[in-house]
């Protein structure tokens, strides 16, 4: 079974900056999607931003220009890149892989989750 484990998260000031690390063990796909969501107390998972094997990204609108995803194949490490924090990004973050064809960031979609990482910014 796919293990997942975040790391990187911490508290930060308004337009600083945060690097999130995912670590996958047990984890074999050729084809798949890695995501990052994040969630508050009372709302819904939201899509942060995913990546596809194949190279493809997708990012939500209120991150696009200011998080970029990535991925480390020799590490088995997904990574989150965020820059010029804002006190709505606050959240607790995590990572999620699945098998795919096509890429998603619905929350849904994805099988595999980390326990996350909290993320703290504030004005």
């Known amino acids: 079974q796919v293990q997942l484990v975040e790391s990187g998260g911490g508290s930060v000031q308004a337009g600083g900056s945060l690097r999130l690390s995912c670590t996958a063990s047990?984890?074999?796909?050729?084809?798949?999607?890695m995501a990052w969501f994040r969630q508050t107390p009372g709302k819904e998972r939201e899509g942060v931003a995913a990546i596809h094997s194949n190279g493809g990204t997708r990012y939500a609108d209120s991150v696009k220009g200011r998080f970029t995803i990535s991925q480390d194949n020799a590490k088995n490490t997904l990574y989150l890149q965020m820059n010029s924090l804002k006190p709505e990004d606050t959240a607790m973050y995590y990572c999620?892989?699945?098998?795919?064809?096509?890429?998603?960031?619905?929350?849904?979609?994805?099988?595999?989750w980390g326990q996350g990482t909290q993320v703290t910014v504030s004005s």
């Open positions: 999620a892989v699945r098998y795919c064809v096509n890429l998603y960031l619905e929350h849904n979609f994805y099988n595999y």
């Open positions: 047990r984890f074999t796909y050729s084809t798949y999607c």
